[in-house]
């Protein structure tokens, strides 16, 4: 029996790891061929190999999707490969401005007075804006691009988070980068709407990831989760499913939605 995605190619950033890793495996298994797009070349390239291994398609393309110039070429390069684009997920994203460097010292959980706005130099406000708000827009823009001039739609999944919906000094600068996420998918779901690309997002709560690590190791997000009415952190893959739905044809009349994945934050 043919996957959800049989024949179809998906870029996924931020596939080295993550929600991004899990989601790129399950496109895989479900039959598309992948894009995994990353500044981490190590992780970027060990989940294109885990999907060949598999018996898949895959390649691996360094992206900062901050830099329009590199989203540009992962575009190209994927339909290089592959011969089309049929859907783009923005899983690329970071929690403070040394994250992908893992600076301990500017952790905003691990060191929560330094992070207030009052502390934090305008640079480091600014490079979580570009990657998690302008990137967004960057790989939506240049995927819904593509997809028009191959004619057949597509569908665009960005990720949010439950930080869109609660004040948290701490890391003010990616709570207002996903609120924006937010706004990006419903004006980019009138816009492409027309040409037939479907734009959705998943806001996603506490789950086991490589950015969530600092926040476990001081045992708040543990606490976090067992204050949830599922009693419980998400593992990736349940994130991924989400983003599945959106992706495949079971969500073929929606638009302009982010759905949370988030154990019911915000319920109680």
């Not at 929600?19 to 970027?44: C, H, K, P």
């Not at 990137?135 to 930080?163: D, P, W």
């Not at 706004?183 to 734009?199: D, Q």
Request: glycine content about 12%; overall charge negative.
């Amino acid at each position: 029996m043919p996957g959800e995605l049989e024949g179809k190619v998906s870029i996924i950033t931020g596939g080295g790891s993550g929600m991004g890793r899990s989601t790129a495996l399950m496109f895989a298994r479900e039959g598309a061929s992948v894009a995994i797009a990353d500044v981490n070349d190590e992780g970027g390239e060990a989940t294109a190999a885990q999907i060949e291994d598999l018996g898949g398609n895959a390649t691996f393309v360094h992206t900062d999707t901050s830099s329009e110039q590199d989203v540009v070429n992962l575009v190209s390069t994927t339909v290089d490969q592959f011969g089309r684009l049929d859907s783009m997920v923005t899983a690329a994203g970071i929690s403070y401005a040394d994250y992908v460097e893992g600076d301990e010292a500017t952790d905003p959980f691990l060191h929560p007075d330094a992070a207030t706005i009052l502390n934090k130099p305008t640079e480091r406000w600014q490079k979580v804006l570009d990657v998690n708000l302008t990137g967004v827009m960057l790989c939506a823009r240049e995927s819904a691009r593509q997809m028009m001039a191959e004619g057949h739609g597509g569908t665009i999944v960005n990720f949010a988070s439950i930080a869109a919906y609660a004040p948290s000094p701490g890391i003010m600068d990616y709570c207002v980068s996903k609120v924006g996420v937010i706004m990006l998918t419903r004006c980019f779901a009138v816009e492409f709407g027309p040409h037939g690309i479907r734009v959705n997002a998943v806001a996603p709560g506490p789950i086991e990831t490589p950015m969530t690590e600092s926040l476990r190791s001081t045992g708040s997000l543990q606490s976090q989760g067992g204050g949830l009415p599922l009693r419980r952190m998400a593992k990736p893959e349940e994130v991924s499913e989400a983003v599945l739905f959106f992706t495949s044809d079971r969500s073929s009349y929606v638009t302009g939605k982010t759905l949370g994945v988030d154990g019911g934050t915000n319920t109680v």
